[in-house]
């Protein structure tokens, strides 16, 4: 069983479009977030739900739009595609240590966005 | 910023070696963690350590961890070719604030 998936592995689209990528985790954790990892490999937070809540949501246009529908689902919707958001999008989930801060994250495989 | 820097950038050595990695952070943590991230494929967790630890062992790796200094160390010991991967340092702060990836060391193993 895969831990955290998403879904497509790979986008190719024009300027202007609007896409989805799609994550689902099956290890019961609280939290997810959405990472962007660039072509020089920094990887970078968008945002992070608790629960279905935004907890953070990082200098992110707001083209981009994360859902939650349940605590097992991230999805991240992105409007009026840029050539700039052409990136690796990395979903992750993590359980909260005591202290508030994040335990060990499990990664989904990413999914290659490209923008022509 | 919270972001960790890893040194070296790129670091390529024979298999049988040890390689090190460095990581060095600004703010006070709450626990600091390694990843490991084949080309083409998600980052795996490999090591976390508290910040009220010094040192800890997995397997062939061995992580410290140094807060006055605020830095820390991944020593991979009899590295192989399959230990080729780019590794990541992240920072772990205390109030639902997400982990901060470093850039990243690239390590290569020559057969």
């Known amino acids: 069983d895969t831990a955290v998936s998403q879904t497509p592995k790979y986008l190719v689209t024009q300027m202007g479009n609007d896409k989805s990528i799609k994550c689902e985790q099956n290890?019961?954790?609280?939290?997810m977030y959405w990472y962007k990892q660039d072509s020089k490999k920094f990887l970078k937070i968008m945002f992070s739900y608790n629960n279905k809540e935004l907890i953070i949501n990082e200098t992110v246009p707001n083209r981009f739009s994360p859902k939650s529908p349940d605590k097992a689902h991230l999805n991240l919707h992105i409007n009026s595609l840029e050539l700039g958001d052409s990136a690796v999008y990395f979903c992750a989930s993590s359980q909260e240590w005591s202290g508030g801060a994040p335990g060990e994250l499990f990664f989904g495989e990413g999914s290659r966005l490209t923008v022509l | 910023s919270q972001q960790g820097e890893e040194d070296p950038q790129a670091l390529s050595i024979q298999e049988g070696e040890n390689a090190t990695m460095n990581c060095s952070y600004k703010t006070s943590i709450n626990n600091l963690q390694w990843y490991r991230q084949n080309s083409g494929r998600g980052l795996v967790h490999l090591i976390l350590i508290r910040s009220n630890e010094r040192e800890k062992h997995s397997g062939r790796l061995r992580v410290t961890l140094d807060t006055s200094k605020k830095s820390s160390s991944l020593l991979i010991t009899a590295s192989r070719a399959a230990d080729t991967a780019s590794y990541f340092c992240?920072?772990?702060?205390?109030?639902?604030?997400?982990?901060?990836f470093g850039k990243g060391t690239r390590l290569s193993v020559i057969a």
């Open positions: 992240a920072t772990g702060f205390s109030g639902n604030t997400p982990l901060v």
């Open positions: 290890l019961g954790h609280d939290t």
